[in-house]
């Protein structure tokens, strides 16, 4: 199996950790699995959400969870290569880019928006910048932004199809559509194509992603035929003893049956995917659970309308408050019913 290449950055295991927030992928899971050779990846998204002065100063506290996880990963895995996913959505985004960059981060996995201006974030450093999309549309615009605006390429391009976990890159209808689900393959090749012609231009590897749903060996492969240099995983890692939820957070996945896993809507206007739990059933029941104070964690947030808090009800979940929380997951999640090890599930993939 061949590694996978970003830059002068190699991963002898061709596959990257997916980020899951608030909590659920810190620098334990993220270590370990830069450890076993795969892209260890940090979630941004509320990262300092255990700091005692978190509801008083949250930008704060998240500037400094970046720096302590970035340290405590990189202790995990000193030749290890490590991202950090942060969303674009985020409240003061480019000061969540500048402070990961500065503690030395790897990779920078960006989505949920458009990154126009992440190659500005990173210009000078060694950091290496990933847009995640999840059609050809997207890859092709994102593209355009940064050969226009910045002259450059991405370094690695993440596809995350309808199948993923969390919020998702995808109209609600789309998701309720089959042909959103029978023609991903279709949207895999184009935006490679797309890419292609980019590497070209630039003179450089442009390594391409797929992540949602890839949940076997067999997924993995059918994914570097169509093309892909390797493949993004998420779920699977929630159910190891090195992720950072709390275990009750695990057993949601463990207990879960195929039809518990529902399509919500998230405060921010995107659809997402996750564990169906009371409250969830509360909000679809009721409408709106009216937040009882704001966190300030997305920039299209507004807490006078948002059907709920997401940030409280995330947290929550990773705590162990399941039944009160938000668990997001991929479509698959109610495939993995016992706990393994991050070692386990790599070999799943690589035999």
Same mark, same amino acid.
């Given at each position: 199996?061949?590694?996978?290449?970003?830059?002068?950055?190699?991963?002898?295991?061709?596959?990257?950790?997916?980020?899951?927030?608030?909590?659920?992928? =810190?620098?334990?899971?993220?270590?370990?699995?830069?450890?076993?050779?795969?892209?260890?990846?940090?979630?941004?998204?509320?990262?300092?959400?255990?700091?005692?002065?978190?509801?008083?100063?949250?930008?704060?506290?998240?500037?400094?969870?970046?720096?302590?996880?970035?340290?405590?990963?990189?202790?995990?895995?000193?030749?290890?290569?490590?991202?950090?996913?942060?969303?674009?959505?985020?409240?003061?985004?480019?000061?969540?880019?500048?402070?990961?960059?500065?503690?030395?981060?790897?990779?920078?996995?960006?989505?949920?928006?458009?990154?126009?201006? $992440?190659?500005?974030?990173?210009?000078?450093?060694?950091?290496?910048?990933?847009?995640?999309?999840?059609?050809?549309?997207?890859?092709?615009?994102?593209?355009?932004?940064?050969?226009?605006?910045?002259?450059?390429?991405?370094?690695?391009?993440?596809?995350?199809?309808?199948?993923?976990?969390?919020?998702?890159?995808?109209?609600?209808?789309?998701?309720?559509?089959?042909?959103?689900?029978?023609?991903?393959?279709?949207?895999?090749?184009?935006?490679?194509?797309?890419?292609?012609?980019?590497?070209?231009?630039?003179?450089?590897?442009?390594?391409?992603?797929?992540?949602?749903?890839?949940?076997?060996?067999?997924?993995?492969?059918?994914? $570097?035929?169509?093309?892909?240099?390797?493949?993004?995983?998420?779920?699977?890692?929630?159910?190891?003893?090195?992720?950072?939820?709390?275990?009750?957070?695990?057993?949601?996945?463990?207990?879960?049956?195929?039809?518990?896993?529902?399509?919500?809507?998230?405060?921010?206007?995107?659809?997402?995917?996750?564990?169906?739990?009371?409250?969830?059933?509360?909000?679809?029941?009721?409408?709106?659970?009216?937040?009882?104070?704001?966190?300030?964690?997305?920039?299209?947030?507004?807490?006078?309308?948002?059907?709920?808090?997401?940030?409280?009800? =995330?947290?929550?979940?990773?705590?162990?408050?399941?039944?009160?929380? =938000?668990?997001?997951?991929?479509?698959?999640?109610?495939?993995?019913?016992?706990?393994?090890?991050?070692?386990?599930?790599?070999?799943?993939?690589?035999?």
């Amino acid at each position: 199996m061949k590694p996978l290449k970003i830059g002068d950055l190699v991963a002898k295991v061709p596959i990257i950790q997916g980020g899951m927030g608030i909590g659920v992928s =810190l620098s334990e899971l993220a270590g370990t699995v830069a450890k076993e050779g795969g892209i260890g990846v940090i979630s941004a998204a509320q990262i300092g959400f255990e700091d005692e002065n978190f509801r008083k100063n949250p930008d704060e506290a998240n500037y400094k969870a970046i720096q302590q996880h970035i340290k405590r990963a990189r202790e995990i895995a000193p030749n290890g290569i490590l991202g950090i996913n942060i969303m674009v959505v985020t409240k003061n985004y480019a000061e969540h880019v500048k402070e990961a960059v500065k503690n030395g981060i790897d990779l920078i996995i960006s989505g949920a928006g458009l990154p126009t201006e $992440l190659p500005g974030l990173v210009k000078g450093s060694k950091t290496k910048i990933a847009p995640i999309v999840s059609s050809t549309k997207s890859a092709r615009v994102i593209l355009k932004l940064w050969d226009k605006h910045h002259q450059v390429a991405p370094d690695a391009v993440i596809i995350e199809g309808p199948k993923a976990g969390g919020h998702l890159g995808f109209k609600y209808d789309q998701l309720e559509d089959e042909k959103t689900y029978s023609g991903f393959d279709e949207e895999v090749k184009g935006i490679i194509e797309k890419v292609k012609e980019y590497a070209v231009k630039y003179k450089k590897e442009i390594p391409v992603i797929v992540g949602g749903g890839v949940s076997s060996h067999e997924d993995m492969e059918h994914y $570097l035929a169509l093309g892909a240099d390797g493949i993004q995983v998420a779920t699977p890692f929630v159910t190891t003893k090195e992720c950072d939820a709390h275990e009750n957070f695990k057993n949601a996945y463990v207990n879960a049956k195929k039809e518990d896993i529902v399509l919500v809507k998230s405060p921010v206007g995107m659809p997402g995917r996750a564990v169906r739990t009371k409250f969830m059933d509360k909000v679809a029941k009721e409408g709106r659970i009216a937040p009882t104070s704001c966190f300030q964690c997305m920039s299209v947030c507004n807490p006078k309308e948002a059907v709920y808090c997401i940030t409280e009800r =995330l947290i929550n979940a990773v705590r162990g408050d399941v039944e009160n929380g =938000l668990v997001f997951c991929g479509a698959d999640a109610w495939k993995y019913n016992e706990i393994t090890t991050v070692h386990d599930v790599i070999q799943s993939y690589i035999g």
